[in-house]
């Protein structure tokens, strides 16, 4: 073998070890995302056996309660009183105490220790011999749950909730807080809004006459 024939391997290695490098770097890339694309949806799933077994403090963890909180105040206030208007410099005095009062109404019942009686309001549980009944209709309804990334770091779920099939479904919004998917949005079913009826202030037509 000549001297030149000899230089040539070790370029060729190099070369080779380039492309492996590469395969590598693709494939650590197309799993760490892969992996970040099925995480809010191990989490969900979490979320729900959690409620199946009545575990709070599981649940709990998987809830941003500020966020959360804040979410349902505007919510019920809006349902309340409607959003606010751009025109108005300052709230009305009924506005302002309806706030009020649903805010602190909030903040006492929302919080970590009555976790399980929201939850049990939520998904109100039978007798103990309907209690397979009950959660054959929760894994019903999770078979017609909607699940999306809505942004890359935001992930939202739907389902309409068993008895509220004429409202609104509930929603959930979970983001990443601490490299942990988390609760943070809740929308509890509703009523949905009526449609506006648009008056027209042209003038009225007015009916053909035969000649």
């Given amino acids: 073998m000549s001297y030149l024939s000899r230089m040539e391997i070790p370029g060729g290695v190099a070369a080779l070890r380039r492309q492996q490098a590469r395969w590598v770097c693709a494939g650590t890339l197309a799993a760490a995302t892969s992996l970040y694309a099925a995480s809010p949806f191990f989490t969900l799933w979490s979320i729900t056996s959690a409620v199946r077994a009545h575990d709070m403090g599981s649940l709990n963890t998987c809830l941003k309660w500020e966020s959360v909180r804040s979410s349902l105040k505007n919510q019920v206030v809006d349902g309340l009183i409607g959003p606010p208007h751009a025109d108005d410099e300052l709230p009305g005095f009924g ?18 220790d009555r976790l399980g009686t ?7 549980q039978g007798p103990a011999s309907a209690s397979y ?7 019903g309804m999770l078979g017609r749950v909607h699940m999306h990334f809505t942004h890359p770091g935001v992930f939202e779920a739907s389902v309409v909730m068993p008895g509220h099939e004429k409202e609104t479904p509930l929603r959930l919004q979970m983001r990443i807080h601490a490299f942990q998917w988390k609760i943070d949005r809740v929308e509890l079913p509703a009523a949905p809004p009526e449609p506006l009826i648009e008056a027209s202030a042209g003038p009225v037509p007015q009916p053909l006459t035969q000649p």
């Avoid at 929201?118 to 109100?124: A, K, R, T, Y």
């Fill in 95 to 112: 506005e302002s105490f309806a706030s009020s009062a649903v805010s602190n109404a909030i903040d006492e019942e929302v919080r970590p």
């Fill in 118 to 124: 929201l939850v049990d309001h939520l998904l109100p």
């Fill in 133 to 139: 009944q009950t959660w054959s209709a929760m894994a």
